[in-house]
């Protein structure tokens, strides 16, 4: 059977979280495919906020498996506080928990040097969330990364140490004011890694591979958003995996001809969080309602996060780098009781206009081209039908999905599971 995705088409921050539960009664296993505790899921139902960094957003849902695959990188600390949360609520995670043995583990001195590099940047720094996401990345691709597995192994603390060291080096050498007490650190890694070690560890690939012999119905949930992509992004200003539908070919082992619809998630404006280029950025009052509105706080970080109106130039490309089937938008509400709301079709690039995602989308290279659109007054939270929203959003709607020639299939119009509306 044919693997479902869902993926972030902008920044990160899209609602990806929100939708994956809302889906989860449609599918068998949940699996994420990349990424680390730099991601933040948000699910609201019941009257009650959950944020999620690592675990798949279908463990609310006893229904079904959450996998997190071997493409994701896990801090045991932060994980063990996940779980922790979980217990508080009664969610039965021992159940439906699975960790793939080939997901690498983030040290405590991957975070060290996490800090000791951006530090060392200054103002060319990238905006890292200071979570070890890319050290322990250039620790897989280096070859010397520890993995889930390894935690199995007689021998992994000697493994541990010796990596660790090595860490310790690397951190002198950016010869910056790193304050820290590694024996502490190490002594709240090591206890949560024991947690860690009471969950069930699989060989992921084969277990997807069986469960798609089998008929069952699985959704891989992406991390972060397409513009991160290590490859595809906006570069350097992106995330150190692959959040393209393709990483999760590599992320979970699944066949590339395997895989079947692409869901592609989008706010009905954008959002940045960190340094990086931003065409539509708005550093007026328009973009400060958006920000207000929309509560525009990253879930992970708390920063405050950069808001502008709709790039379509960037949703196409984002769309076509992953093959995207169906769209789904997200915050629509937050437009409401704006006079007029613009999309920006084009950019002029170097003295001319092109529609397509160049190269360098710097401030120096490229200024959006806008088309207007009339804006609506009604509270769209409360709406339960398709049938019930403004003229005005509809005409935005189809506009869109002309645009992108893929159907708009969900509009979100609130943060809870029920603010959803199918199309």
Request: proline fraction near 3%.
């Amino acid at each position: 059977m044919a693997v479902d995705l869902l993926l972030g088409l902008q920044w990160g921050d899209e609602g990806k979280g929100k939708i994956v539960d809302v889906l989860t009664s449609n599918y068998n296993i949940i699996a994420r495919f990349q990424g680390g505790p730099n991601a933040g899921h948000t699910l609201v139902f019941n009257g009650m906020k959950h944020v999620l960094h690592t675990i798949p957003s279908g463990i609310f849902h006893e229904s079904a498996k959450n996998l997190v695959g071997n493409g994701v990188v896990i801090d045991p600390v932060i994980f063990k506080k996940e779980l922790d949360k979980l217990e508080e609520q009664n969610v039965d995670y021992r159940k439906s928990l699975l960790i793939s043995r080939k997901a690498h583990l983030i040290l405590p001195t991957h975070r060290l040097l996490d800090a000791a590099s951006e530090t060392a940047k200054g103002k060319a720094k990238i905006g890292s969330t200071l979570k070890g996401i890319g050290p322990t990345y250039m620790d897989k691709t280096g070859r010397n990364g520890i993995r889930v597995g390894d935690l199995e192994l007689k021998d992994w603390k000697d493994k541990y140490r010796a990596l660790a060291n090595k860490h310790e080096a690397m951190i002198a050498f950016y010869d910056v004011k790193i304050d820290y007490n590694l024996e502490e650190l190490e002594t709240e890694f090591f206890n949560a890694v024991e947690t860690l070690k009471s969950l069930t560890f699989i060989d992921s690939e084969e277990y997807i591979y069986q469960a798609q012999k089998n008929g069952e119905s699985i959704l891989a949930e992406g991390a972060q958003g397409s513009l991160l992509d290590i490859d595809f992004g906006t570069y350097p200003f992106v995330t150190s995996s692959n959040t393209t539908a393709a990483g999760a070919c590599t992320g979970l082992g699944i066949a590339p001809n395997k895989i079947g619809d692409v869901f592609g998630i989008f706010k009905a404006y954008t959002t940045r969080v960190g340094s990086g280029p931003f065409p539509t950025e708005l550093f007026d009052e328009d973009g400060a309602r958006m920000a207000k509105v929309g509560h525009e706080f990253g879930a992970t970080t708390g920063r405050a996060r950069r808001c502008g109106w709709l790039d379509l130039v960037a949703l196409k490309y984002a769309c076509q780098v992953n093959g995207v089937t169906k769209l789904m938008m997200m915050k629509a509400d937050v437009l409401s009781g704006f006079k007029s709301l613009k999309v920006c079709t084009a950019y002029n690039y170097q003295g001319k206009e092109i529609t397509h995602l160049p190269y360098n989308i710097e401030a120096h290279n490229v200024s959006p081209i806008y088309t207007d659109f009339k804006g609506w007054k009604e509270d769209l939270t409360a709406m339960e039908d398709i049938s019930t929203i403004p003229n005005e959003l509809n005409t935005y709607i189809d506009f869109l999905e002309k645009e992108l020639d893929i159907p708009i299939t969900l509009v979100s119009v609130g943060p809870d599971r029920k603010q959803t509306i199918f199309r």
